[in-house]
């Protein structure tokens, strides 16, 4: 799960909240009138450390209560709403006033703020290189799948085994029978089974089905996540087991399914993250619904289990399928409870 935080979002560091007790600190410091020191500075000093004490709390009760939308965990917040609003406008007019009267607070005041901002900032700038360093340090030590596929030119693929050849075609069969919720496959529609892995190390491919309008309806999305995940399922149904052909189906549907969330479908996701909560909320999110739809896939294959084990023989016998070879299976397959669809031909 992506973490990323704005600069004004950084707040939420740890790092920060201790600057913030030592600019509270700070004040009274610079050259300041000894008469206004006791009255304006201590006001200021207990309201930071106030909301400072309030922003970790909020921070934990929110760990706390990880996965529950209660009360409990938005008390602080709305505490540290109402001591703003009582005592924030009170201090910044006698602020102003002391300010106007006398430079130098003025200019602690200044220097204060600035030193908040300056420490946001490294904070979020010492972030952005240490995570730099751990992407460069993993990449020292090893390579991406791609990476490996593409990094010798010269590289010539190993011939498929028989056992190859059969996961392959059980794979392509799941993603394809997927398709019986939709009315309709475009003409152009190919599945293919390969001797040998490609360029790219794929062995076995299916083409992708798009809706023909602008705006596509909630099912439609749905039938594609569970198409980019009826792969593995479909091994996991037929043959027991799971086989590394999937990552680029997985990372596709990570990106597909937080697209899909994020339009408001399903349970709550936050965008953007702001803090370390609402990352695992949304980590937590995703793993919901890919179990969902991953148990969902599993009862349309048992459902389904002839007329996939069929359409992979198929397959495997011709190597390539078209529409007119695929159409009476998709025919065959029966949708079960909760499996979503599409009937208007569009």
Not at 1 to 11: A, D, G, V
Not at 15 to 34: E, H, K, N, R
Not at 38 to 67: D, K
Not at 292 to 318: P, S, T, Y
């Amino acid at each position: 799960m992506e973490l990323k935080k704005t600069f004004w979002k950084s707040i939420n560091k740890p790092i920060v909240w201790v600057s913030l007790f030592a600019i509270a600190a700070l004040i009274p410091l610079i050259a300041a009138p000894d008469g206004i020191q006791a009255a304006l500075t201590l006001r200021i000093r207990a309201f930071i450390v106030v909301i400072s004490f309030l922003l970790i709390l909020r921070e934990y009760v929110a760990l706390l209560t990880l996965g529950h939308l209660n009360f409990t965990r938005i008390l602080p917040k709305i505490v540290l709403c109402a001591y703003v609003i009582k005592f924030g406008p009170s201090i910044l007019s006698e602020l102003y006033v002391q300010g106007k009267n006398n430079p130098e607070i003025a200019a602690a005041v200044g220097l204060s703020c600035l030193g908040w901002v300056a420490i946001n900032w490294i904070s979020n700038k010492l972030d952005r290189i240490l995570d730099s360093f751990q992407d460069l340090g993993w990449k020292n030590q090893k390579q991406s799948i791609d990476d490996l596929k593409t990094a010798d030119k010269s590289w010539e693929p190993k011939l498929c085994t028989s056992k190859d050849i059969s996961v392959t075609c059980i794979h392509e069969a799941g993603h394809t029978l997927v398709y019986a919720a939709l009315p309709n496959i475009p003409e152009q529609f190919r599945m293919k089974a390969l001797p040998q892995a490609d360029g790219r190390g794929r062995l076995g491919s299916v083409s992708s089905v798009d809706w023909n309008g602008i705006l596509k309806p909630r099912d439609f999305l749905l039938i594609q996540l569970l198409m980019l995940l009826a792969g593995q399922k479909a091994e996991e149904c037929i043959l027991g087991e799971l086989f590394d052909g999937a990552h680029s189906d997985l990372r596709y549907w990570q990106e597909e399914a937080k697209n899909y969330l994020r339009l408001g479908f399903g349970e709550f996701y936050f965008s953007p993250v702001e803090n370390d909560f609402e990352a695992e909320q949304n980590r937590q999110v995703l793993e919901r619904l890919r179990d969902e739809q991953g148990d969902l896939l599993i009862r349309f294959f048992q459902a389904n289990q002839e007329v996939l084990q069929d359409l992979a023989k198929e397959l495997e016998a011709k190597g390539k399928l078209l529409k007119a070879d695929v159409e009476p299976f998709l025919s065959k397959a029966q949708l079960v409870d909760g499996f979503p669809r599409v009937t208007r031909e569009d």
